[in-house]
């Protein structure tokens, strides 16, 4: 495999770990990094050895040098700097949320398409271990055909300390953490027709939602909850894990707090450790996240040296984004949302 060159745009609190993973992955690296403040690039292009430094996108586009561009902004810049690299035919990785609205996201995806670039959403905790246990049970035939599911995360971890500006957005908790979830209960029960969504903000200190229950219809005539707090306290803190339920025509599977994944058919029940790697850069309790950055990124190379689409493509993600999109609205209207109506 040969050694692709990356630029990073955005050396923020979670740019440290998607660098971490480029220093891991096999056949990639940085060689360029960008960002708007002069003190979080030199932090980080010290921390990394980089040399190679911007403060304005066009300028490190205009020198170039690289064979795909990793954009860890903020929502704000997204569209802005994917259709940047489009126009510079750069395939393009971008951080989630993927974009501002529906139609940007469309917008970008279309510019990429025309411009013939892989593009890829940041999408990771799909690619997190435990949820990949999950999804190989599915397809080994563990419980037959799934008709039920329920994909939760619960907690009272702060999250605003390291990144306080998820407390000032009017969108919170489904934007920035059930994008995810919705995204693995796409993953493991296949796309969904309809949504019905009911949130709450429970934490006065913020201006978004920050409890979110969401009912989806799948396509395959499976039901799902997914549901998300940040305001649950509990005696054993699972941050940052994402539990599974799915009942099956032939067993049940449960992904449990602690990495415990259990499946229970005809032949009984046994429970497998599934616990993510600690990695060498890691540290707990977000090892299961830091982790599943360095497979996506492993996969994203991967997939350029074949040639071949990303499992969260910008076209995929459209499918994510339009779930986040339809869960605000039905809250909002207190309606059921047709799903497909939105991505036509």
Same mark, same amino acid.
Request: net charge negative; aromatic share 8%; with cysteine.
């Given at each position: 495999?040969?050694?692709?060159?990356?630029?990073?745009? *955005?050396?923020?609190?979670?740019?440290?770990?998607?660098?971490?993973?480029?220093?891991?992955?096999?056949?990639?690296?940085?060689?360029?990094?960008?960002?708007?403040?002069?003190?979080?690039?030199?932090?980080? *292009?010290?921390?990394?050895?980089?040399?190679?430094?911007? $403060?304005?996108?066009?300028? !490190?586009?205009?020198? *170039?040098?690289?064979?795909?561009?990793?954009?860890?902004?903020?929502?704000?810049?997204?569209?802005?700097?994917?259709?940047?690299? #489009?126009?510079?035919?750069?395939?393009?990785?971008?951080?989630?949320?993927?974009?501002?609205?529906?139609?940007?996201?469309?917008?970008?995806?279309?510019?990429?398409?025309?411009? *013939?670039?892989?593009?890829?959403?940041?999408?990771?905790?799909?690619?997190?271990?435990?949820?990949?246990?999950?999804?190989?049970?599915?397809?080994?035939?563990?419980?037959?055909?799934?008709?039920?599911?329920?994909?939760?995360?619960?907690?009272?971890?702060?999250?605003?300390?390291?990144?306080?500006?998820? #407390?000032?957005?009017?969108?919170?908790?489904?934007?920035?953490?059930?994008?995810?979830?919705?995204?693995?209960?796409?993953?493991?029960? $296949?796309?969904?027709?309809?949504?019905?969504?009911?949130?709450?903000?429970?934490?006065?200190?913020?201006?978004?939602?920050?409890?979110?229950?969401?009912?989806?219809?799948?396509?395959?005539?499976?039901?799902?909850?997914?549901?998300?707090?940040?305001?649950?306290?509990?005696?054993?803190?699972?941050?940052?894990?994402?539990?599974?339920?799915?009942?099956?025509?032939?067993?049940?599977?449960?992904?449990?707090?602690?990495?415990?994944?259990?499946?229970?058919?005809?032949? $009984?029940?046994?429970?497998?450790?599934?616990?993510?790697? !600690? !990695?060498?850069?890691?540290?707990?309790?977000?090892?299961?996240?830091?982790?599943?950055?360095?497979?996506?990124?492993?996969?994203?190379?991967?997939?350029?040296?074949?040639?071949?689409?990303?499992?969260?493509?910008?076209?995929?993600?459209?499918?994510?984004?339009?779930?986040?999109?339809?869960?605000?609205?039905?809250?909002?209207?207190?309606?059921?949302?047709?799903?497909?109506?939105? !991505?036509?």
């Amino acid at each position: 495999m040969t050694e692709l060159k990356g630029a990073l745009i *955005g050396c923020g609190f979670f740019a440290i770990n998607q660098m971490h993973a480029w220093n891991d992955v096999r056949g990639a690296g940085i060689v360029a990094i960008c960002d708007r403040d002069p003190e979080r690039l030199k932090i980080v *292009g010290d921390q990394f050895g980089i040399d190679r430094r911007y $403060g304005d996108a066009e300028a !490190l586009f205009a020198d *170039g040098g690289f064979d795909f561009v990793d954009i860890a902004t903020t929502v704000q810049s997204h569209r802005f700097l994917v259709e940047m690299a #489009a126009r510079n035919k750069v395939p393009a990785i971008c951080q989630k949320p993927f974009a501002k609205t529906l139609s940007d996201a469309k917008a970008m995806v279309e510019a990429c398409r025309n411009a *013939g670039i892989p593009l890829m959403v940041h999408e990771n905790f799909r690619w997190q271990t435990p949820i990949q246990a999950v999804r190989k049970a599915l397809d080994a035939d563990a419980i037959g055909t799934p008709f039920w599911g329920r994909f939760s995360f619960r907690s009272a971890y702060d999250v605003f300390s390291g990144q306080p500006y998820l #407390a000032e957005g009017e969108r919170f908790i489904i934007e920035d953490l059930g994008i995810h979830t919705l995204d693995i209960a796409r993953y493991i029960l $296949g796309d969904v027709r309809s949504v019905t969504a009911r949130t709450k903000r429970v934490n006065p200190a913020i201006k978004g939602e920050d409890v979110a229950t969401i009912l989806l219809d799948h396509e395959s005539g499976a039901t799902s909850v997914v549901d998300v707090s940040y305001a649950t306290k509990l005696s054993r803190e699972p941050f940052p894990e994402t539990l599974i339920e799915l009942d099956g025509s032939e067993g049940t599977i449960r992904l449990t707090q602690g990495y415990g994944l259990q499946v229970t058919n005809a032949k $009984g029940t046994t429970t497998t450790d599934v616990s993510p790697k !600690l !990695l060498s850069w890691a540290s707990r309790p977000w090892h299961n996240i830091q982790e599943s950055v360095y497979a996506i990124q492993q996969h994203w190379v991967v997939q350029l040296e074949r040639g071949a689409e990303h499992s969260t493509s910008g076209a995929d993600n459209l499918k994510t984004f339009a779930l986040v999109e339809a869960a605000y609205d039905s809250a909002a209207e207190g309606q059921t949302i047709d799903v497909g109506a939105m !991505l036509r």
